[in-house]
């Protein structure tokens, strides 16, 4: 039976997403090319420094591993300009309410961001305390599609993955959440979320009661 709840921090407990696009975009800006919302879509879930040689290879730049650190570090210092600004306000339509419904019904909750940045940006939300286990960028070595993250996850609630629920928005955060061996629920459009076991457009338009009906099947 499922014991946990694993939830992603960008695009599902608030939307962080646009800062990173925001700050690779002025990034790819400046270097003399432009990144769409589109492209984005490939950047979700996946580490700074795998983002950034994504964003290079996109733009057709080779450069050295001292620029590369130089620019990640300058991508950071912008996102994290636009994240200081975040409050309880920025946390996403249903997140509270799906919380208090996932205490009530007893579950576990571990975050499971890829994410530096993720337990300062759970401070400044108000949301540390929601957690009974945080895995974010430093604590793994490899980001999403690998299942790390998520595995981590499970082994410091000590429950087994068949016993977790990964809810996610991005491709690559599916695909870790089934390469864990977990039920996952994809937040965002089945066109694009094709890996995931239930879709939804947001926790706002999900009960955990349907969630725990549908992981149990
Ligand atoms: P940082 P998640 C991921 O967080 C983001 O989706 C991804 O766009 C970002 O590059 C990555 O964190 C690393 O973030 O630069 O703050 O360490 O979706 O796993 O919560
Ligand atoms: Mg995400």
């Given at each position: 039976?499922?014991?946990?709840?694993?939830?992603?921090?960008?695009?599902?407990?608030?939307?962080t997403?646009i800062?990173?696009?925001?700050?690779?975009?002025?990034?790819?800006?400046?270097?003399?090319?432009?990144?769409?919302?589109?492209?984005?879509?490939?950047?979700?879930?996946?580490?700074?420094?795998?983002?950034?040689?994504?964003?290079?290879?996109?733009?057709?730049?080779?450069?050295?591993?001292?620029?590369?650190?130089?620019?990640?570090?300058?991508?950071?210092?912008?996102?994290?300009e636009?994240?200081?600004?975040?409050?309880?306000?920025?946390?996403?339509?249903?997140?509270?309410?799906?919380?208090?419904?996932?205490?009530?019904?007893?579950?576990?909750?571990?975050?499971?961001?890829?994410?530096?940045?993720?337990?300062?940006?759970?401070?400044?939300?108000?949301?540390?305390?929601?957690?009974?286990?945080?895995?974010?960028?430093?604590?793994?070595?490899?980001?999403?599609?690998?299942?790390?993250?998520?595995?981590k996850?499970?082994?410091?609630?000590?429950?087994?993955?068949?016993?977790?629920?990964?809810?996610?928005?991005?491709?690559?955060?599916?695909?870790?959440?089934?390469?864990?061996?977990?039920?996952?629920?994809?937040?965002?459009?089945?066109?694009?979320?094709?890996?995931?076991?239930?879709?939804?457009?947001?926790l706002?338009?999900?009960?955990?009661?349907?969630?725990?009906?549908?992981?149990?099947?």
């Amino acid at each position: 039976s499922i014991k946990a709840f694993l939830f992603d921090l960008d695009g599902v407990i608030v939307d962080t997403a646009i800062y990173h696009y925001q700050a690779w975009k002025r990034l790819a800006n400046e270097l003399g090319f432009d990144i769409s919302e589109e492209f984005n879509e490939r950047l979700k879930g996946v580490s700074r420094t795998e983002s950034l040689e994504i964003i290079l290879a996109h733009g057709g730049l080779v450069l050295s591993d001292e620029k590369k650190t130089e620019l990640a570090t300058q991508k950071n210092g912008w996102y994290l300009e636009l994240v200081s600004r975040m409050t309880s306000d920025d946390i996403l339509p249903g997140v509270a309410t799906f919380f208090s419904q996932v205490r009530k019904a007893g579950l576990l909750t571990a975050l499971g961001s890829v994410s530096k940045n993720a337990p300062m940006i759970l401070e400044r939300i108000g949301m540390t305390n929601a957690f009974d286990a945080i895995i974010d960028g430093t604590k793994i070595s490899k980001g999403k599609p690998d299942p790390e993250v998520f595995t981590k996850g499970a082994d410091e609630l000590e429950v087994s993955p068949a016993e977790c629920v990964v809810f996610e928005d991005a491709v690559a955060g599916v695909e870790a959440g089934k390469r864990a061996g977990m039920f996952v629920v994809g937040l965002g459009s089945s066109d694009v979320l094709t890996q995931a076991d239930l879709v939804a457009s947001s926790l706002e338009n999900l009960t955990v009661e349907d969630v725990l009906t549908k992981a149990s099947n």
